[in-house]
């Protein structure tokens, strides 16, 4: 399965954006939570935000806590990752993944 990640872009200090990923080919018969990462230039790829598959249950990273919302509508895909109040330390690559799907990732470029 491709999963695909979009809504990346520059965006300036406290502003917000929005990502969505989905299924972009494929089919699978694993069904897990969905997660979100980002990873920097000669970093390792960090954990950001969880939902978990049937009861809808988030996780957050203590560094995306309460600025950061993950949710779905009433299917499994797509998955969405609402950011607000951006720090400059927010850009990354932003990936989605489920079991052992991954997407490209998109961009977020937070600038101070």
């Known amino acids: 399965v491709q999963l695909a990640e979009s809504g990346g872009g520059l965006v300036q200090a406290g502003g917000s954006l929005r990502l969505t990923c989905v299924v972009a080919s494929g089919n699978s018969d694993c069904i897990s939570s969905v997660n979100w990462y980002r990873q920097g230039t000669g970093k390792d790829r960090e954990f950001v935000a969880r939902?978990?598959?049937?009861?809808?249950?988030?996780n957050y990273s203590p560094s995306v806590e309460g600025r950061f919302t993950v949710s779905r509508g009433k299917t499994r895909f797509p998955v969405y990752l609402q950011m607000t109040n951006l720090k400059p330390e927010d850009t990354d690559v932003y990936y989605c993944?489920?079991?052992?799907?991954w997407g490209q990732g998109t961009r977020v470029t937070v600038s101070s």
């Open positions: 939902i978990h598959a049937g009861a809808n249950v988030t």
């Open positions: 993944n489920e079991c052992a799907d």
